[in-house]
């Protein structure tokens, strides 16, 4: 059983936070912690305007969040690790090789799908990226 999931990027500022929002709303009642944090974070750094824009327009929100640095102990904390690309993976086993077992893409059961970084892009980036996210996310849920 999942307590703690915990998701990770590289700024912690455009992808993590969002897929935290929707995986925290989709498991709302289960009592699950969601969070995240960022393998290079932009440290108290809010979520990107355009991912919070994408959020606010499903009924969701995300101006709470505030970037945070992925470390050794955040890593332990967490029950399932998910990463957005397979390189964030093998950052995570250089940080904390326990964590390596617990740790795997959003888009493990969409083919292996990886999840690009829409930072600094136009919004129809940030829209392909809201909907790979999507399906992860719906996809995890029956595992968690």
């Known amino acids: 059983?999942?307590?703690?999931?915990?998701?990770?990027?590289?700024?912690?500022?455009?992808?993590?936070?969002?897929?935290?929002?929707?995986?925290?709303?989709?498991?709302a009642g289960r009592g699950i912690e969601v969070t995240s944090a960022g393998l290079g974070a932009l440290v108290n750094h809010g979520i990107d305007a355009t991912a919070q824009e994408l959020l606010v327009e499903r009924g969701l929100d995300g101006s709470a969040h505030?970037?945070?640095?992925?470390?050794?102990?955040i890593l332990s904390a967490a029950d399932l690790v998910l990463v957005m690309e397979k390189k964030h993976l093998k950052r995570i086993m250089e940080i904390a090789p326990e964590a390596s077992g617990k740790s795997f893409l959003l888009g493990k059961w969409n083919e292996d799908c990886e999840i690009p970084d829409p930072y600094r892009q136009q919004r129809p980036a940030f829209e392909h990226v809201y909907r790979l996210m999507a399906e992860g996310v719906e996809s995890w849920k029956r595992y968690v």
């Open 66 to 73: 505030r970037a945070r640095q992925v470390t050794p102990q």
């Open 1 to 27: 059983m999942f307590k703690h999931i915990l998701f990770v990027c590289i700024g912690n500022i455009c992808r993590s936070p969002s897929a935290e929002v929707m995986m925290r709303d989709a498991l």
